[in-house]
Each structure stands twice: as C-alpha cells, then as structure tokens.
C-alpha cells in the first residue's frame, strides 16, 4: 500500500539547534499532513500541505512539499526538549479517502 | 484530547477471548477510525467510519469488526483475541475524510 517513509528514523540534536525530517511517498496525493506523538499518548495534528501548494509555516513549523519528487519534509527551528516526540507524516493518495502514516521520525532534543 | 475518550485504557486478557474498545466524542464529527500502533509498523488503519451504521475496512481489518450505532460511539470487537493483535489501539475522529484528524489518548491492550 502507499505509505510515507520518514528520515531518519531517530534523530538527535541540543536545544537551539533546527531539526529536520523528511517523507517520501508513492503515489499522487491530495494532502500530506504532519503529526506529532508524545510518548504515550494520542497524535496531535502539526499542519496540513496540499498537493498544490510547495511551502507552508505554523510558528516554529515550516513545511516544504515537492509533488515532483514525491517528497516533503518538516522543520522545526529553534528547537526546544519538549519538541521531543516522534513525528509522523501522513498522506491520501487521489483515489482513497483514507489516510496512510508512515512509520515515524524519533525527535530528542537534549537541555 | 480534543473530545475523545477510549475505554478501557488498559486491558490485559487471555487468548480466545472477546474484547470490545469503545471511542466516545462529543464533537459530532462524521468520520470515526481505529487504528492500531506497532513498534516498526507506524499506525496502521483497522476500520473507519463514516456515518451511523456506514463503516469500511482499511488495512488490516482481518479478527475485528466495528458497529456504529450513535454518531459519538464506535465500538471494536476482537472476537477471538490472539497474541498478534497485542497493541495499542487508537481512535480518531475527522470533519471530513480530507481533514485533520484528533485522536483519542489510546488504548494499550496485552492479550496474553
């Protein structure tokens, strides 16, 4: 099935520094969507990208997506610890209403 | 968490044994998910649905079923529960089938 690969599967970086994470998919999509989890507890949505569209920002968030290359990735500046959490990117492809995660990116960031 | 609420939040049982998850709004959102999450898998969607008695399976769908009988509950039965099916389990809820979706604080579930 289509599914968003995130990388790196875990990353690590000290308060301040910007992190990171990309996803690639498979097939033409309507939107691609980033979330977040904290450990034990449910996904909070981060933002929403559509298909026509190549760059979005939310606060510290900014989000670039290349149909081209199938391609997105999340950027997270100035990072703080409680940006600790995985990250996920989710997707729906143009025939399906449902949508696909991927397997997630590991954020630590350390005091 | 959005007004959602999953019951039970833990639960320990044996092999062979039925298991009922329910999910609970008070967004009177359309669309209603159950997902399942595993170490390497991400999150992977059970069933969905997307009006009172409208469901739909998604990937891995095979030894559970849903019902929706009200727009705020969406229940997941195990009927036969196996070791594979140990996870944690959650809920999410959408205006549409588009839109963000808001998930409940899940459900660990050990089926020894």
């Known amino acids: 099935s289509q599914q968003g690969e995130e990388d790196p599967q875990a990353l690590s970086i000290q308060e301040g520094e910007n992190a990171t994470m990309n996803c690639s998919y498979k097939t033409s999509i309507n939107n691609l969507q980033w979330y977040r989890q904290n450990s034990g507890r449910g996904l909070v949505h981060l933002i929403l990208?559509?298909?026509?569209?190549r760059e979005k920002h939310s606060g510290r968030l900014r989000v670039t997506l290349d149909t081209s290359k199938k391609s997105s990735s999340l950027l997270i500046t100035a990072s703080r610890a409680a940006d600790t959490a995985s990250y996920f990117c989710a997707t729906d492809a143009l025939d399906t209403d449902k949508l696909i995660f991927g397997t997630g990116t590991r954020l630590q960031v350390f005091p | 968490d959005a007004g959602i609420t999953q019951s039970p939040r833990h639960k320990v049982t044996e092999t062979g044994t039925p298991v009922t998850l329910r999910c609970h709004q008070t967004e009177n959102h359309r669309y209603m998910y159950w997902y399942r999450q595993d170490p390497g898998h991400g999150l992977r969607l059970i069933h969905y649905?997307?009006?009172?008695?409208?469901?739909d399976k998604g990937e891995v769908s095979d030894g559970y079923s849903v019902s929706r009988s009200k727009t705020e509950d969406f229940l997941l039965t195990l009927e036969s529960a196996t070791s594979s099916q140990t996870s944690v389990y959650f809920c999410?809820?959408?205006?549409?089938?588009?839109?963000?979706?808001?998930f409940g604080p899940g459900t660990r579930l050990t089926v020894l």
């Open positions: 649905s997307y009006g009172v008695k409208d469901t």
């Open positions: 990208i559509r298909s026509n569209e």
């Open positions: 999410a809820i959408s205006e549409g089938s588009r839109n963000e979706q808001f």
